[in-house]
């Protein structure tokens, strides 16, 4: 099948008109306009009654065509593509799609959840649309999509839901993912491999580094979640900051609350996301009375972390904080503890492929 997007915005444009925001700003009138799909010309995304051969299903969001190949559109807001819906019954049990067009805008764990069912997969060309402001600007944008093996393309393009053909020419590789070939005229996707990728992301107080480690993986079909941190338990202001925290992140991600995290790297068998680092270290210090005594223990522990770190077999994010740049601590156990995690951080960066600082919701990548 091929698939004509006239559109790929959400349903007022990108930029939107008379919108004052920065996002909009930054783009002439009329750089993406609302979401149109046309498939062989002659059926509309999404499609009810679709014409003899062709066969619709969730909810007529997807189109299976003559050539057995399968588009599904899953915009925002709706719950088409997630676990629950039947998708893989209506389509036949077969339920891996060819094409997948997608608001990745709307919470992009939904991706995740297509790629855990098995309605996506690594040749499956995802394609983000319904684009619009709630991105920054298109660099932003696709900076995401490639964290998550999704592309966007222009309005005007036309997608082969056969794009896996011989003499397949590959795509540009990018960090953690891996191209997919495409045939001459088509657009081709990314897929994620499951080869080693170890992540840095650092950051002050109130920055946004948590949301950045969280949206380097919103896209995982599988991913755990380890809490380093005490739970809460009689301190309110912690409490909240752990359930803003749970709300955030993707329900069907799994927790580990453990302080054995050079055991917890060593173990992995899908990806992690380590937050955080300081609470890590701070809870070492604790389990060793090492504020006042023998640090030598705590040396330990940072050695175990940076071999399992360094033989990581999964995907890792860690997030820690940016120790440098703030003002000196009163104490001699502040001060302490202040150099034992700014060398950690120095030490896991050494041995990272990818170190970022978050300041102000912002990326500064770390060369």
Known sequence: MKVFLPG????????????????CGRLPAGRRRPFEAIVDGAVR???????????????????????????LY???????????????????????????????????ERLGLLRREGIADGDTLVVAVGLDH?????????????????????????LDTAHRSAGARPERTVPGVTPVGRPEGTVSGVTPVGRPWRELVLGGTRSG??????????????VTYVA???????????????????????AHWATLETTDLAGAVRDATTPLLVDGLGTWLAAVFDEHGAWEGDRAAV?????????????????????????????????????????????????????????????AGRLVPLP
């Open 209 to 222: 580094k948590s949301a950045e480690a969280e949206l380097r993986l919103a896209a995982e079909p599988y």
């Open 74 to 108: 899953a915009p925002s807001g709706h719950p088409t593509g997630l676990p629950g819906t039947g998708l893989s019954e209506t389509a036949g049990g077969r339920g891996r799609c060819d094409l997948l067009l997608i608001d990745l805008l709307d919470r992009p």
């Open 299 to 359: 040396r330990r522990r940072c050695d175990e972390l940076v071999a399992a770190w360094r033989g990581a077999r999964c995907r890792v994010v860690a997030v820690s904080d940016e120790v440098g740049m703030g003002v000196v601590p009163a104490t001699p156990s502040g001060r302490m503890f202040r150099d034992a995690l700014g060398r950690l951080n120095e030490r896991l960066a050494a041995e990272s492929e990818d170190v970022a600082l978050v300041v």
């Open 134 to 158: 709630r991105v920054r600007s298109e660099e932003e944008l696709a900076r995401r999509l490639a964290l998550w093996g999704a592309r966007a393309v222009p309005d005007g393009t036309t």
């Open 45 to 71: 995304l999404p499609c009810h009654s679709p014409p003899s051969g062709y066969r619709a299903f969730g909810e007529g969001h997807g189109l299976e065509g003559p050539d057995g190949t399968r588009v």
């Open 8 to 23: 790929t915005a959400g349903g007022a444009g990108w930029p939107e008109p008379g919108c004052r925001c920065a996002s």
């Open 228 to 250: 380093t941190g005490p739970g809460g338990e009689g301190d309110a202001e912690w409490a909240a900051r752990i359930s803003a925290h749970r709300r955030r992140r993707p």
